[in-house]
């Protein structure tokens, strides 16, 4: 006979039933983690969750699409909310809590308060979306406030922001693990995304370009291009060459800091953003030669 887990998903916008519920889990003596989304759940959302479920007794998912994170002319409205659906995903996954709370619950009319971090903050996407990572950091820590897991998630995919969040809970003191997952692909290399629905045929493809540029340089790098400039220029002319992609920035940077290099390192990230149609995509390819010496890394956050 099979054994049939009936599901326990709760679902609240409640901060006082978040607060309630890791409560009775921290008195079971479970270990709690917690996967902070925006929604419209993918299997690069499902990952980091089965990670926190491998690791945790306790799971909570939360889904907010946070306005303070877009700018004026970004797509906040249209971005896509399909709560019902994520439910059923989050059910099938065994997530313990679901946490959706309301704008106004997050952002209550007297809020005065907003967490940047200096330094990241204003290079890479920081640069072409002022203002961003300042929502994304006071919304991290008011998430990391509510459900104060012991392990929270975040994706490769968004690199610079989960470099961001470690630097803002160590600076903060907040006391989570974060966990960084790797980036899921579909088979084709494109790295989902909940933007990817906006593609219109002719653009999904376009899109590979980014995978593309990234492939490139791990190419040129791992068979011994010692000139970075040549591997950006490079990177940045395989995008150009899709129909209907421009190009924000293609960089080869230090993983750590996110200091540009200057010349090949044992550890290198490299970095893509692209509008491609309407549709702004970043991705990032972590890269090793493990014989190149990184004695001489430029250190733009110094
Ligand atoms: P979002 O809902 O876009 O705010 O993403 C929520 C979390 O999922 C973030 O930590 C993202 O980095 C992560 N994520 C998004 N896409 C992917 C992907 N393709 N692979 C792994 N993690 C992802």
């Known amino acids: ?3 049939i887990k009936s599901s326990t998903l709760s679902l609240t916008e409640r901060i006082a039933e978040v607060r309630a519920a890791v409560f009775a889990a921290r008195q079971r003596g479970d270990r709690i983690g917690c996967v902070p989304t925006m929604g419209a759940l993918h ?17 909570v998912v939360t889904i907010f699409v946070n306005p303070t994170q877009f700018g004026d002319r970004e797509d906040f409205a249209a971005y896509p909310r399909e709560l019902l659906s994520d439910l059923d995903v989050c059910r099938d996954v065994e997530v313990d809590l679901v946490f959706n709370p309301a704008n106004e619950t997050i952002y209550p009319a007297s809020s005065a308060t907003i967490v940047d971090v200096e330094d990241l903050s204003t290079v890479l996407e920081g640069k072409y979306r002022p203002g961003h990572f300042r929502g994304v950091a006071t919304v991290v820590v008011k998430l990391l406030n509510i459900v104060q897991p012991d392990i929270a998630y975040f994706g ?8 961001l969040i470690r630097h803002l809970c160590r600076d903060l003191c907040v006391p989570a693990e974060i966990r960084t997952c790797p980036t899921v692909r579909e088979p084709d290399g494109l790295a989902l995304s909940s933007r990817n629905v906006f593609l219109t045929a002719d653009e999904r493809e376009s ?4 995978f593309g540029a990234l492939s490139l340089a791990r190419d040129l790098l791992t ?5 970075i400039d040549v591997v950006r220029q490079r990177m940045r002319t395989r995008l150009e060459e899709s129909p209907g992609v421009q190009v924000d920035y293609t960089t080869i940077a230090d993983p750590a800091t996110l200091a540009e290099a200057s010349k090949p390192l044992s550890e290198m990230v490299a970095l893509v953003a692209a509008r491609v149609g309407a549709t702004r995509l970043i991705d990032n390819l972590l890269i090793s030669v493990p014989s190149a010496d990184d004695s001489s890394a430029d250190d733009r956050s110094s």
């Open 1 to 3: 006979m099979s054994l």
């Open 43 to 59: 299997e690069g959302h499902l990952s980091l969750i089965r990670q926190a479920r491998a690791e945790c007794d306790f799971v």
């Open 156 to 163: 490769q995919k968004d690199f610079q922001q989960q470099l």
């Open 207 to 210: 899109a590979l370009a980014l």
């Open 223 to 227: 068979a011994g291009e010692s000139d």
